[in-house]
């Protein structure tokens, strides 16, 4: 029989058990010859060297061509700058710009909202109904201002606004008369001031006489120059017969009025 007994290298020997009685000289000679004999194991060592230069680097090889990994070198650095500019940004909007916001809104639209009643959105109702009654307009012995005009003419809603200006200028020296051509009531008013085309401008001085017209679309200063000549008494008018772009009255939507003293 034989023990197993561990060591401090983890290699297992047989420990002899022999008994004297049994065995014999020679396997007792051999036996203790084969526990004698001295073992060798194979010894590892580690040296550093010192030397540097002496010690190799081992070369990684990339596991993409030069090509691919070009490309996937500026896609991370895109990344990495949007990242960048990203992080400079504020993640929630600061209570004093909405404020602001807010405010420069507000006083846009209102600002809109007032250049578009006093200018450009002047409608051609609104003319109409600040305007003064043909009948009053011819006693008050002032020179006279009368345009004709419908509602469906583009011309005449192109130049409301300039139409507006001149007569807030000269409202309180020149009467600003406007009859629709639609409205029956002025047959009459059609046919003596000869209206084919609108918007049809007829000057008339203190007696009611007319001094000349301008028909259709014109440059406002033409508009102007007779107004301004009305309001000094002059004689004659600079601009007496000029006829631009007009809509033509054969479209009229001929109405009746509901009011008699209605000048619209």
């Given at each position: 029989m034989a023990r197993v007994a561990p060591n401090p290298l983890c290699l297992h020997r047989f420990r002899p058990y022999l008994q004297a009685s049994h065995s014999s000289p020679s396997l007792l000679k051999s036996t203790f010859h084969y526990q004698t004999k001295p073992r060798k194991f194979p010894t590892v060592s580690c040296q550093t060297n010192a030397d540097s230069s002496e010690t190799s680097t081992p070369t990684?090889?990339?596991?993409?061509?030069p090509s691919v990994m070009s490309l996937i070198s500026d896609d991370t650095k895109r990344e990495d700058t949007g990242a960048s500019q990203d992080s400079g940004l504020p993640e929630f909007p600061n209570k004093d710009v909405n404020k602001r916001i807010a405010v420069v809104s507000l006083l846009a639209a209102a600002g809109?909202?007032?250049?578009?009643?006093?200018?450009?959105?002047?409608?051609l109702k609104d003319i109409s109904v600040a305007a003064?009654?043909?009948?009053?307009?011819?006693?008050?012995?002032?020179p006279t201002v009368?345009?004709?005009?419908?509602?469906?003419?583009?011309?005449?809603?192109?130049?409301?606004?300039?139409?507006?200006?001149?007569e807030q200028q000269y409202k309180d020296r020149v009467n600003f008369v406007m009859l629709n051509v639609d409205n029956t009531k002025w047959e009459q008013e059609l046919d003596e001031f000869g209206v084919e085309g609108i918007p049809h401008f007829a000057f008339l001085d203190r007696e009611g006489n007319e001094e000349g017209n301008v028909v259709g679309r014109l440059p406002r200063k033409y508009l102007l120059e007779n107004v301004?000549?009305?309001?000094?008494?002059?004689?004659?008018?600079?601009?007496?017969r000029v006829v631009g772009q007009y809509s033509n009255t054969e479209n009229r939507k001929v109405r009746s009025a509901v009011?008699?003293?209605?000048?619209?």
């Open positions: 990684v090889q990339p596991p993409f061509s809109l909202f007032l250049s578009s009643r006093l200018d450009f959105g002047v409608s003064l009654p043909y009948e009053e307009a011819l006693s008050n012995g002032k009368v345009e004709f005009y419908a509602d469906w003419c583009e011309v005449c809603r192109e130049l409301a606004p300039d139409v507006y200006k001149v301004e000549a009305l309001a000094r008494g002059e004689g004659s008018i600079p601009h007496a009011d008699p003293r209605s000048h619209g």
